[in-house]
């Protein structure tokens, strides 16, 4: 063998060095863009919880306030000191008849009818299928 062909690298090794580089950094830069597609998954995720959870604290916070106003229109006393603008008057309609504060702004006391039920038969066809797919 000539001492040129000694230090002429072979074909071979030069491609088992491009074969063991080339292989591990492809799935390096694989396994990188899979992990980059799957955090912008996780974090498009995340964002919506975020969002789902902000929409479920706005709806307590409704839900508190309504519950709030109701407590104060069931208690007639309670009524009477909320803030009302100038000469705004408040009716209370219950089954004893109808108070209205302050009496002296009312130029009226609106008759208020228990009402008429409707016929049973109306709502025959109805409870017959609703009760057909229980």
């Known amino acids: 063998m000539s001492l040129r062909a000694w230090f002429q690298p072979p074909r071979r090794w030069l491609g088992m060095f491009l074969l063991l580089t080339l292989a591990p950094s492809s799935l390096l830069i694989w396994f990188g863009w899979r992990s980059l597609r799957q955090d912008r998954v996780l974090a498009l995720q995340q964002v919506q919880e975020r969002r789902e959870q902000a929409a479920d604290l706005i709806v307590a916070g409704l839900e508190q306030s309504v519950e709030a106003a109701e407590q104060s229109l069931r208690d007639p006393q309670a009524a009477q000191g909320i803030g009302k603008p100038e000469g705004a008057v ?11 504060f302050p009496k002296e702004r009312l130029l009226y006391y609106p008759i208020a009818s228990a009402g008429k039920e409707a016929p049973e038969r109306l709502f025959e066809a109805a ?6 797919r229980a």
């Open 127 to 132: 409870e017959a299928l609703e009760f057909r």
């Open 90 to 100: 408040t009716v209370t309609f219950t089954p004893d008849g109808i108070t209205a």
